[in-house]
């Protein structure tokens, strides 16, 4: 059993936290953000994780978690401590590391014994230099630490399942404190899975190396999926035939309204500024999100195609979550669709199984429908912008009655282009060719 403390209890640390303490560690979590350690000590989920409430009860109940705004209490006993907190992004796509330097200052006037720091948030390259230089300065007396890089793979809606079975562990650190990577190795090692020893730059390098190949494969097949539709192929058949190529497979070749969340627009555009600060010039990085930007103005122009001005025009959104599964809202391409219909003078009715008072605290200008087919009632539109599984299976006789013009944007291609037209739809999937974009077949 290790004491582990975890600075941040965002999506990442409170779900580090919890699984390291169902591991049987014993766990502190910290965060500045006061209401947040009050409603998880009264038993509220700040976020929507699927799974994560049962372990965090259980692990509360043995006695082996607990949530603090307490530095000190958090430090009091630990012999390790993850960062975990935002970095999102700054002026010119650059990272802002104000909360990691702040996390880090106060890890060193706090700490009253010889500490691992584990940088888990996702940081410039060369951060683990500064945070060992910000603990360095900031000591009151010289106490002993290793700064270790630990970067994060797991992916919201399936967060804890990405914990306890990841696909590797990356630790990096400098030749001087490989002993601190090799302690934090052992309390990865019940996870059984593959543990990657490297340099710590070269460890802060992979995160971001991963994330903007991910997001370069999003933006590949939606720019096929957007030739597709000039050319009347389907893009679906198209990413299945390629993915059975081993050197390809299948997975992130999803064509939809481009990527959203925390991590890939951010970290694609941190790592095109850290590139062209270093004189390189990462012309694939901007095409990427340049692609990305470009897939959610589709949804827009495919409704004036269909609609014309869509000025005083009701647009329902189903799914407003950045993905299934999570109330995360953070660069959701629903928003910024909804956003772009407003600026055109559209109304949107919106509609999400979890992330509802996320989007109501962010776009009060959304009218919030209490399911599917009330977001449907009275619309000239609907465009689908989450694959959550209840908008698979709607009656779909129902939501063509309820709407106004049965247009139907499927920005996840999750119905049958074929079948919505069948059923009365005016249909526009993906990249679907003639039969599902583009002019009726
Ligand atoms: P988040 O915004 O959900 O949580 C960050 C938390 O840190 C907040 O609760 C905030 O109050 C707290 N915080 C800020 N400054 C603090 C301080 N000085 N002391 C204590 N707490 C402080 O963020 P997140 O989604 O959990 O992401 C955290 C990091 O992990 C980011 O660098 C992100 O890029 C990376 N990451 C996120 C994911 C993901 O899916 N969310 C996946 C991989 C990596």
Aim: aromatic share 6%; hydrophobic share 40%; proline share 5%.
């Amino acid at each position: 059993m290790k004491q582990i403390c975890v600075v941040g209890t965002g999506y990442v640390g409170l779900v580090n936290g919890t699984c390291f303490a169902d591991l049987g560690n014993s766990v502190v979590t910290v965060d500045i953000n006061q209401a947040k350690i009050d409603s998880l000590n009264a038993g509220h989920m700040p976020i929507y994780e699927p799974g994560l409430r049962e372990i965090v009860e259980r692990n509360v109940q043995a006695g082996r978690l607990r949530f603090t705004t307490s530095y000190e209490d958090g430090l009091k006993d630990a012999e390790f401590v993850f960062i975990c907190v935002g970095t999102p992004e700054g002026e010119d796509g650059e990272a802002e590391l104000k909360y990691v330097r702040a996390a880090a200052a106060t890890i060193a006037k706090t700490m009253t014994r010889p500490l691992v720091i584990i940088n888990k948030s996702t940081v410039p390259v060369g951060t683990g230099d500064m945070v060992s230089n910000v603990i360095r300065n900031n000591q009151p007396t010289p106490i002993k630490f290793g700064v270790v890089s630990c970067p994060e793979f797991l992916r919201e809606g399936s967060a804890v399942q990405d914990f306890v079975t990841p696909d590797r562990t990356v630790l990096g650190s400098t030749p001087e404190d490989h002993w601190a990577a090799e302690a934090v190795a052992q309390i990865y090692l019940p996870l059984r899975a593959p543990i990657m020893m490297t340099d710590l730059r070269t460890a802060e390098m992979i995160k971001y190396a991963s994330n903007a190949f991910l997001a370069t494969r999003l933006s590949f097949i939606n720019e096929i999926a957007n030739i597709c539709e000039r050319l009347g192929a389907d893009v679906i058949e198209v990413a299945r035939g390629m993915g059975f190529d081993k050197r390809i497979g299948h997975h992130f070749l999803q064509p939809g309204v481009g990527y959203g969340g925390s991590c890939f627009p951010k970290d694609v555009k941190a790592l095109t500024f850290m590139a062209a600060e270093a004189g390189a010039h990462p012309q694939l990085l901007n095409a990427v999100t340049e692609i990305n930007a470009f897939q959610r103005k589709r949804v827009a122009d495919k409704l004036h195609e269909l609609l014309g001005d869509v000025s005083g025009k009701t647009v329902a959104i189903l799914g407003l979550a950045f993905k299934e599964n999570t109330d995360d809202i953070r660069e959701s391409p629903s928003l910024d669709i909804a956003a772009l219909l407003i600026r055109r003078g559209a109304i949107i009715r919106g509609y999400d199984p979890v992330a509802m008072p996320n989007t109501a605290a962010e776009m009060p200008e959304i009218v919030m429908c209490k399911d599917s087919y009330d977001a449907v009632k009275g619309a000239d539109a609907v465009v689908i912008g989450t694959p959550w599984n209840e908008f698979k299976q709607l009656d779909m006789e129902r939501v063509r009655n309820a709407m106004t013009t049965p247009i139907m944007i499927d920005g996840r291609n999750i119905h049958e282009p074929e079948r919505m037209k069948s059923l009365g739809f005016i249909y526009r999937g993906v990249g679907r060719g003639y039969n599902g974009d583009g002019a009726d077949a």
